[in-house]
T-cell receptor
């Protein structure tokens, strides 16, 4: 099983709203990622969590706040977003250990529209 | 991670083999070649990866040149459902928790 699930599939929010994106995996992966993909562009990394600790933040604005409450869950809290933040938000996970496959597996994404 | 270059687009007739090239002339010794594809508005799907040897799985074959400066992804019998953007990525998987650096990829259009 290589499934990463993301909810919601679609989200429309105003610039003053607070919302959260959720990602879940049950593969025992201890590295989890948030990527952002604008229309007709490749995915770009936002954050990496390793063993539930934030290890990489690609200079993402503070209106995006990640959280990893346990080894299976990854959230992205959104507040005061701008219309240019409209994008497909992708979650991925991979093993974090010596040896073995460390392939990243992606979820289906959340399509976000900020009005 | 090393930069990769791919053609912007390719066409393939249904039932024929699709051969997608990728150049990675600056790949380092510990970087693998990974291939993902992304069907419209879905998350990227892992296809295959390799270091030096050719690899085959149920989805595709990966041919890596001896000098490792280029590779080819082969979909042996393309179907309409293989229409997607295909990304070739040079990545060191032993640097756990590091990102995949996606290039622009190749848009493969399979037609009947």
């Amino acid at each position: 099983d290589t499934e990463v699930t993301q909810t919601p599939k679609h989200l429309v929010m105003g610039m003053t709203n607070k919302k959260s994106l959720k990602c879940e995996q049950h593969m025992g992966h201890r590295a989890m990622y948030w990527y952002k993909q604008k229309a007709k562009k490749p995915p770009e990394l936002m954050f990496v969590y390793s063993y539930e600790k934030l290890s990489i933040n690609e200079s993402v604005p503070s209106r995006f706040s990640p959280e990893c409450p346990n080894s299976s869950l990854l959230n992205l809290h959104l507040h005061a977003l701008q219309p240019e933040d409209s994008a497909l938000y992708l979650c991925a996970s991979s093993p974090f250990m010596r040896g073995g496959r460390k392939t990243q597996y992606f979820g289906p994404g959340t399509r976000l529209l900020v009005l | 991670d090393a930069k990769t270059t791919q053609p912007t687009s390719m066409d393939c007739a249904e039932g024929r083999a699709a051969n997608l090239p990728c150049n990675h002339s600056t790949i380092s010794g510990n970087e693998y070649v990974y291939w993902y594809r992304q069907i419209h508005s879905q998350g990227p799907q892992y296809i295959i990866h390799g270091l030096k040897n050719n690899e085959t799985n149920e989805m595709a074959s990966l041919i890596i040149t001896e000098d490792r400066k280029s590779s080819t992804l082969i979909l042996p019998h393309a179907t309409l459902r293989d229409t997607a953007v295909y990304y070739c990525i040079a990545h060191n998987p032993n640097q756990a928790g590091t990102a995949l650096i996606f290039g622009k990829g190749t848009t493969l259009s399979v037609s009947s």
